[in-house]
């Protein structure tokens, strides 16, 4: 079966840090850009970070720029998406996406084509 699970989330103050992370199983993500993606409570979901397949292309929200640092380690078939000075305006649930993509290409927000079913981020004091 191919799926995505991420892990990581949890309740954190403001100020402080969690890393996420996003394994694969049943496919290798070699082949995949990848994105992660959040929604809060009653709003639509965001793209927050991507990497490209290569890793040498990464994108961030205006949002998390300097504060979140995505990167992968296809040995171990995971993506991560480190989150510093976490505010609670991060608070969400989280998700990540594959899309396969060209060896030099980019990431993007579009046309994903595995989800993981997310893992829940709460900043509060």
């Known amino acids: 079966q191919l799926q995505l699970v991420e892990s990581g989330g949890g309740l954190v103050q403001p100020g402080g840090s969690l890393r996420l992370s996003c394994a694969a199983s049943g496919f290798t993500l070699d082949y995949y850009a990848i994105g992660w993606f959040r929604q809060a409570p009653g709003k639509e979901r965001e793209g927050v970070s991507c990497?490209?397949?290569?890793?040498?292309?990464?994108n961030y929200a205006d949002s998390v720029k300097g504060r979140f640092t995505i990167s992968r380690d296809n040995a171990k078939n995971t993506v991560y998406l480190q989150m510093n000075s976490l505010k609670p305006e991060d608070t969400g649930v989280y998700y990540c996406?594959?899309?396969?993509?060209?060896?030099?290409?980019?990431?993007?927000?579009?046309?994903?084509?595995?989800w993981g079913k997310g893992t829940l981020v709460t900043v509060s004091s």
């Open positions: 996406a594959s899309r396969q993509a060209p060896v030099r290409g980019t990431c993007g927000y579009y046309g994903m084509e595995y």
């Open positions: 990497i490209s397949r290569s890793g040498g292309t990464t």
